[in-house]
């Protein structure tokens, strides 16, 4: 998917505890006011590396003025268990419709993941986009197994003679 557009830098969000190759960092997100349009939509970035310490944000580059993009739309970032509400400009997610309601930006129902190379030193290595259809088959397996292996426990253990001692 290609958009062209504007970016707004003062409503960047950089989403928390991003890996990338054993180092941890944060996945910037910052909306793009759409050409010719009154919507936004918010693209997400890249990657960048954390600090030595959390008091500092990276210093990330914005390129001013319209330029065209290109990347993956996604229904949505990723959603970790969120343990309260943030709103501040470091988050643990990020969902579209309250981002909208908080900043008064009337935004796409989908995130652009970009693709595009531009000079801001954000890291584009995208991990794979999968279902996890095998994990969770996976999953399924081992816990059948385990649930067979009970049933013929229980089946032979209850067979089992028990010695009574006599008085």
Request: glycine content about 8%; hydrophobic content about 40%; proline content about 6%.
């Amino acid at each position: 998917m290609a958009v062209e557009g504007e970016f707004l830098p003062r409503y960047t969000v950089y989403l928390d505890n991003k890996t990338r190759r054993g180092k941890a960092g944060y996945e910037i997100v910052t909306p793009m006011k759409i050409r010719g349009s009154s919507s936004h939509v918010l693209v997400n970035r890249g990657w960048i590396e954390a600090g030595k310490t959390r008091d500092v944000l990276p210093e990330v580059r914005t390129p001013a003025g319209e330029l065209r993009l290109e990347g993956l739309a996604l229904e949505r970032l990723a959603q970790p268990l969120k343990l309260k509400e943030d709103k501040s400009r470091v988050r643990q997610s990020l969902d579209i419709a309250a981002y909208a309601a908080e900043t008064g930006l009337r935004l796409e129902p989908r995130v652009i993941e970009q693709h595009s190379d531009i000079p801001d030193g954000l890291a584009r290595d995208w991990p794979p986009h999968d279902a996890g259809v095998e994990k969770n088959e996976g999953y399924a397996l081992q816990w059948y197994s385990l649930a067979a292996l009970a049933l013929i426990l229980a089946v032979v253990l209850s067979f089992r003679k028990i010695d009574v001692p006599s008085k």
